[in-house]
């Protein structure tokens, strides 16, 4: 009987156990914390994604706004970080608000330093006729919109300008969200002395400073300085040199020549430059920073101190506004010369600084930067745009129009601080002769 019994408990207790669902492990909703700790992080990436499965810089931008919106460098930050972030995804296009567009957009802008083809097509394409202005230094375009209400809303002042127009206010700051296209740009022309971060400025060209001659009136080729500053090497050329019409640019090449830094403000130093320009100026035809390409093209100059693309511009020609000259030569004295940078900036004053936005981030486009390059001849700081140049350009720099890595070496920036207005007084002394 007992074991009757028995059997008849075990019995009871099997059935009320296969109605409770069998194994007690299997109740994850009645203890989520500890489930989560038996499950792979991975499981769960609505909740904390991780970092190394889905890296910002892949992220595209449309898909996740606000990973976008932490990529912009602030103002402050340095930008070669926006651009390492961009080298790793094509950069995203901008979404372009055109009722926020003005009709006109002001740009003032250096000679030949720009494709009138694509002035044109931003107009067919945004509907904003822009409107160029020329200068020919970097100081004339200070003083023009120093007084303020230039009517201009863009400018391209060299490195040291922007330092300068920075430090006074002339400047407005950059809006990085609406210039998706500056990840275009190479990590090395980003984040410069002049303005740390680019919060006010974006590279637009840059290039270096030298010789160019015609190579069929020289038996032995110049390579150095001397070839402009040697009153008995260049008086058999006298009429047909020229100078860059630059304060900094002939002062720093005369530095060089005598074996100094371009920034060099030593008084003694100076004395000897103005003493060297002097017994030079007799032999000049001009000063000459605005058609210099022209007159090396025509033959009119036989040598002169010289841009680097204004040289390529004498070699090839520009456009349909004058024809290249094959026998053009540039040449960077072994003594070393100048490199600088030319930026895109708002200026602070501007009314249209959103269609300011669009049209440097127009410019900043690969396609774009790489017809602008073709063009004008200046070396492109658009690692993507420098894609897009021709097999003959290509050549060209190669030749000696862009630095190679033993000619970086020999280049120096120049730089602006209380003691470089010494160039200022020099200059004005000399032209005033």
Known sequence: MVRLRLMALLLVALLVVTACGGSSTAQPTAAPAGGATNAPAAEQPTAAPAPTAAPAAAEPPTAAPAATAAAEPPTAAPAATAAEQATAA?????????????????FYNWTDYIDPDILTNFEQEYGVKVIMDLYDANEDMIAKVRPGNSGYDIVVPSDYAVDIMAHDKLLAPLDKSLLPNLSNIKKQNLDLYYDKGNAYSVPYFFGISGLAYNKSKFTTAPD???????????????????????????????????????????????????????????FLAAYNSSDVNRKLASGEYVIAHCWSGAALQARNGLGS?????PDIVFVMPKEGGMIWQDNLAILADSPNKYTAHVFINYLLGADVAGKNAEYVGYLTPNAEGEKKLSPEIQALYKEGFAPDEEMYKRLEWAVRNDKTTAFDELWTALKGE
């Open 90 to 106: 094509p950069a995203a296009e901008l979404q372009v608000d055109k009722s926020k567009l003005s009709k006109e957009l002001h």
């Open 224 to 282: 150095s300085w001397a070839s402009l500053f040697d009153p008995a090497q260049i008086e058999k050329y006298k009429g047909e040199v020229s100078m860059l019409d630059d304060q900094r640019e002939t002062p720093g090449a005369a530095l060089k020549y005598l074996g100094k830094s371009l920034n060099d403000t030593d008084p003694a130093d100076l004395k000897q430059v103005q003493d060297i320009l002097k017994a030079q100026k007799p």
């Open 321 to 325: 506004d004058f024809a290249g000259n």
